[in-house]
């Protein structure tokens, strides 16, 4: 009889959460919407970034890079990505097509074997030339690759934030979920937290040093990356960025990664 009457009232509890668990879905994805929409319209940019890694003893090597970015209206953005610095990997450049419903194009272009070589969705998870950045964090947000929910608010460093975890649906992401910290005063990214297959927690984003451009889109001109686990970190440091600079699909295609200097 008890065991009986224990059962009833779980089902019972779980029966009644089962509406707070649709509203806490609901609430995190209108998050994420209004995060996506409020960065809509920017067109196509160009960046100057300062790439430093650092290993867990500290000592830290640092790379230069510059970033094409061209927005898409009805797929993922698009991104090009080239080092000029150190010397030994200057010419190296990153091609990145995001897609909301399939999956992403990857392609990685190393003068030193002169070749072009495609990122397999399966390598996605490892690290971006070397970083504690992934392949997988290099690309666009896309609505449709995530399942949400909202779990709290929280004061972060002084910003009331949204905290809403974000589980991806692709099977070959190298993470399990994610919780994502969002401002409520400009839905800017203050914090992401990453946890592995497992459930561990892997690596942490942290973002600093927002600017804000054409009087709406704001840019973070400081990342940090820090690996848990490894106690490596990354920063990508914003040096510069310009928006309408002209760029136009053409010069995002495979064959741009070979011609670039």
């Given amino acids: 009889m008890f065991s009986l009457l224990r059962t009833v009232s779980v089902f019972c509890l779980i029966w009644l959460a089962l509406p707070l668990l649709a509203d806490d879905a609901a609430k995190g994805r209108q ?25 867990a003893a500290g000592q830290q090597s640092e790379r230069r890079m510059r970033t094409l970015s061209y927005e898409m209206q ?14 030994d990997i200057r010419g190296s450049a990153f091609l990145s097509h995001s897609h909301p419903n399939a999956e992403d194009d990857q392609w990685l272009y190393l003068p030193s074997l002169k ?5 397999a969705s399966r390598n996605k998870s490892g690290p971006f030339m070397a970083s504690e950045f992934a392949y997988e964090d290099m690309t666009s947000f896309e609505l449709e690759k995530f399942a949400f929910n909202y779990l709290r ?22 993470y399990s979920t994610t919780h994502v910290w969002i401002d409520q005063q400009h839905y800017r990214l203050q914090k ?3 946890y592995d297959r497992k459930g561990s927690l892997l690596k942490t984003l942290t ?9 709406k889109f704001w840019r973070p001109h400081r990342m940090t990356m820090l690996n848990h686990q490894t106690g490596k970190s990354t920063d990508l440091l914003l ?4 928006f309408g600079t002209g760029r136009v699909e053409a010069d995002f295609d495979v064959a741009a990664l070979e011609r670039v200097r």
């Avoid at 608010?153 to 190298?174: A, H, M, R, W, Y």
């Fill in 207 to 215: 973002l600093h040093d927002y600017q804000q451009y054409l009087d």
């Fill in 115 to 119: 070749r072009t070589r495609r990122i």
């Fill in 153 to 174: 608010d929280e004061n972060l460093n002084g910003e009331l934030c949204f905290v809403i975890e974000q589980k991806p649906t692709d099977s070959f992401s190298g």
């Fill in 239 to 242: 040096q510069s960025i310009r």
């Fill in 74 to 87: 009805d797929d993922g953005d698009k991104a090009l990505t080239i080092f000029d610095e150190p010397r």
């Fill in 192 to 194: 992401v937290d990453y």
């Fill in 31 to 55: 998050i994420a919407e209004e995060f996506k929409q409020r960065d809509r319209g920017w067109g196509d940019s160009e960046s100057e970034l300062l790439m430093i890694l650092r290993n």
